[in-house]
């Protein structure tokens, strides 16, 4: 089955695939997948496609792009057993979406350029969906941490630390993020690059 021809079926394939199998009540996940159309017969027209459409969908020079977000809420007990302010419950919500492109009229070329491809989609895809993975470790250890937070002395500084601990945990992430794109090229080192 060729997936990349269904965009909608793998979507929901994958968005299946990343939902954990026993996912905590208080971390929900939204993560989608939209595509850019890229055309032409030969791998010559593809990349011309490609570098054509790409900056202005991913704001780059890269094929495809992951974005990702965390919005954490929590309660507390407002200070009510000896003033000091507990974290009762943490809900994050995650969200990311990845950018990828699909070639319209692959059925117009040859066996060879289809298979290039595939290659090169497959690859790329794997790449994304490492940056989603990113996000997904973070915002679960960034659940756990929220909850772990000790009693602060009231409940205004209970809200600058746990402001404080999730910012800290989505910088770090975003710098791991970079450091993947920039040892694997953004993907070209694992494949990702048409032709290939």
């Not at 790449?127 to 941490?145: C, D, F, P, S, Y």
């Not at 694997?184 to 080192?189: A, D, F, L, N, S």
Request: aromatic share 8%.
């Amino acid at each position: 089955m060729r997936l990349q021809r269904n965009p909608a079926l793998l979507a929901l394939l994958l968005t299946m695939w990343l939902r954990p199998m026993a996912a905590a009540a208080e971390v929900t996940y939204d993560e989608q997948i939209h595509f850019y159309a890229v055309q032409g017969v030969t791998p010559e027209q593809i990349q011309q496609s490609l570098s054509a459409k790409r900056r202005a969908v991913t704001g780059d020079d890269n094929d495809a792009i992951t974005k990702w977000q965390a919005h954490w809420h929590y309660k507390d007990d407002g200070g009510a057993k000896d003033g000091r302010c507990r974290i009762t419950r943490v809900d994050i919500d995650y969200r990311a979406t990845i950018t990828m492109p699909q070639w319209v009229n692959a059925q117009s070329a040859s066996e060879q350029t289809q298979q290039m491809w595939r290659r090169f989609f497959d690859a790329l895809m794997r790449h994304e969906l490492n940056h989603v993975r990113l996000g997904r470790i973070a915002t679960q250890a960034m659940h756990k941490k929220l909850l772990e937070l000790p009693p602060a002395s009231d409940c205004a500084e209970l809200k600058r630390q746990v402001n404080a601990t999730a910012k800290a945990f989505i910088d770090k992430t975003n710098q791991v993020s970079d450091r993947y794109d920039a040892t694997t090229q953004h993907g070209v080192k694992e494949g990702a690059q048409f032709p290939n």
